[in-house]
């Protein structure tokens, strides 16, 4: 944000590979965990996928792990020698989830200031975020855990045709009744127009096989 002003910081919601190393236990990374299956975005990672199983503690490796919204609360619970916590308050002895940043964003100066100035005529940029650096709420989940292949769904209901296809891009002409469910959150169902939308909460587009041309590919 600029030269000792507080950064604004957002988790990621992709899917990521972390590598772990082993015995990481012994770093003390277990006493850092919020949540259970379902983790708040500042946990430790390796210390989550030794909780549920995705590595041993004592050999680590990498994991995918994949950002999702947070849910209203966490569970806590004990497993393979790591006890997580249910809030960040719970942490016995540490501050460092508390404060811990993720992925940063591009913040607009100019905006933020008239945000500033329209409530009292004389705050600044730091009066809006507050003085300490500020991380937005996340959370990650891992895909690889037993028993969770319900978690993750998607369901093409049917489709429809909502006008005459043009012949550069005609998939737009159709919209789909699609419902999903990621990292067992809440289920979400919507009418989507087919094709790439960055700004939409779900995107569906067609793929090809493995030919070299196409860039959208089955795998």
């Known amino acids: 944000v600029g030269s000792g002003a507080p950064l604004l910081w957002r988790p990621s919601g992709g899917a990521h590979f972390v590598r772990c190393p082993p015995s990481c236990q012994s770093f003390?990374?277990?006493?850092?965990?919020?949540?259970?299956?379902?983790?708040d975005a500042r946990s430790s990672i390796c210390a989550a996928a030794v909780q549920v199983g995705v590595i041993d503690s004592d050999v680590g490796g990498l994991v995918k792990v994949v950002g999702?919204?947070?849910?209203?609360?966490?569970?806590?619970?004990?497993?393979?020698?790591?006890?997580?916590?249910?809030?960040?308050?719970?942490?016995?002895?540490?501050?460092?989830?508390?404060?811990?940043?993720?992925?940063?964003?591009?913040?607009?100066?100019?905006?933020?200031?008239?945000?500033?100035?329209?409530?009292?005529?004389?705050?600044?940029?730091?009066?809006?975020?507050?003085?300490?650096?500020?991380?937005i709420t996340g959370a990650f989940y891992f895909q690889e855990v037993e028993g969770s292949e319900a978690d993750d769904v998607v369901t093409l209901h049917s489709f429809r045709k909502i006008s005459t296809p043009e012949a550069k891009q005609p998939y737009r002409s159709y919209v789909a009744d699609v419902s999903w469910r990621i990292g067992g959150g809440d289920l979400q169902r919507r009418q989507v127009v087919l094709g790439p939308d960055p700004d939409a909460d779900i995107e569906l587009n067609f793929c090809h096989d493995g030919s070299a041309e196409p860039q959208n590919r089955c795998e």
């Open 28 to 39: 003390g990374l277990g006493l850092e965990v919020v949540g259970c299956r379902v983790y």
């Open 68 to 135: 999702r919204e947070p849910p209203t609360s966490y569970e806590r619970c004990n497993l393979n020698r790591v006890v997580s916590v249910k809030t960040v308050d719970a942490l016995p002895g540490t501050a460092l989830i508390a404060s811990r940043p993720s992925e940063p964003i591009t913040l607009d100066i100019d905006e933020l200031l008239d945000e500033a100035k329209s409530a009292n005529g004389s705050a600044t940029v730091a009066d809006i975020l507050g003085q300490q650096n500020r991380t």
